[in-house]
């Protein structure tokens, strides 16, 4: 998963032609430490897809433009725009997320 530092690179990423699945977090929410310990797995069941992660504490702004209410949420943009939102609640178990991550992306 490829860490984004700055909205530039956000922005540069999100305008890709092919969905890309972005997981928004921070450093001291205990969630997304228990994502840490499954994303792997479900990364390799979606490894034809670019993953990035970014620190909703570190580029502010962001989580609020894209109503990231809540952290870990996972969001696949494409052409520049959020075509699917998963938010916190349903991030808990690699299943909940791979089951999204199916129905958005086949």
């Given at each position: 998963m490829i860490h984004l530092d700055t909205e530039a690179q956000f922005n540069e990423v999100i305008q890709s032609d092919k969905p890309v699945i972005v997981k928004f977090f921070a450093d001291w929410c205990?969630?997304?430490?228990?994502?840490?310990?499954?994303?792997?797995?479900?990364?390799?069941?979606?490894?034809?897809?670019?993953?990035?992660?970014?620190n909703s504490d570190e580029v502010e702004g962001i989580a609020q433009k894209?109503?990231?209410?809540?952290?870990?949420?996972?969001?696949?943009?494409?052409?520049?725009?959020?075509?699917?939102?998963?938010?916190?609640?349903?991030t808990k178990s690699p299943e909940s997320v791979s089951e999204f991550l199916h129905q958005q992306l086949g």
């Open positions: 205990p969630d997304c430490k228990r994502m840490d310990m499954f994303i792997g797995d479900v990364m390799e069941e979606f490894k034809n897809h670019d993953w990035y992660q970014i894209y109503e990231v209410m809540g952290i870990p949420s996972i969001l696949i943009f494409q052409n520049g725009e959020k075509i699917a939102h998963q938010h916190s609640a349903y």
